[in-house]
């Protein structure tokens, strides 16, 4: 199997994610075909490294190479693609503080549709987000090999998007717990 380790972002990983986030299928799905500069990069990913915005921030290495990025928020502080406002559906069985979203990217097509995918979802859930309910994703609806990735991983698609464009996924912690 895959030896998967994350490394939180620094400073220092903000040029391989700018030139990540330059690959055709990141910069399509990831990104939505925005174009960044190393400066955008710094600016927005600033904040998270230094911790005064919530959104943890990882590089992930396959074999102690570097393969990916993910990161995570809870649902009190930012709301998925898909889930406009705190009168969503999703709120009526979950608590905010409860769930967890997560975005991610394998960078490279060669690391790609070969179930490492899986295996980083996963694995990150186990170490990071265990003191949440339910997870959500929220890839682009047309974005089949993610779909199908999280599927294997253990999401559900829903139909609570409220973005046509957007599915969301989700994957319960814990069952039989108090929501």
Not at 46 to 60: C, K, L
Not at 119 to 147: C, H, M, R, W
Not at 149 to 154: F, I, R, T, V
Request: one cysteine or more; hydrophobic letters at 40%; glycine letters at 6%.
């Amino acid at each position: 199997m895959w030896q998967i380790t994350f490394n939180p972002l620094t400073m220092s990983d903000l040029t391989l994610l700018h030139q990540w986030l330059q690959e055709p299928s990141v910069k399509h799905w990831y990104e939505k075909d925005k174009d960044w500069s190393l400066d955008d990069i710094k600016d927005y990913y600033q904040p998270r490294i230094a911790g005064t915005e919530h959104v943890p921030s990882f590089i992930a290495y396959l074999d102690d190479k570097p393969f990916g990025f993910i990161q995570y928020y809870v649902l009190t502080e930012f709301l998925p693609e898909g889930i406009s406002d705190y009168e969503h559906e999703i709120f009526k069985q979950y608590a905010a503080p409860n769930i967890a979203g997560v975005d991610l990217f394998i960078a490279n097509d060669s690391d790609r549709g070969k179930g490492v995918g899986v295996t980083l979802i996963s694995q990150f859930i186990g170490e990071y987000l265990t003191d949440f309910k339910l997870v959500v994703v929220d890839p682009d609806i047309a974005n089949q090999q993610a779909i199908r990735c999280y599927e294997k991983a253990g999401f559900e698609k829903t139909t609570y998007s409220t973005a046509p464009n957007h599915l969301i996924l989700l994957k319960p912690l814990l069952s039989n717990s108090i929501q």
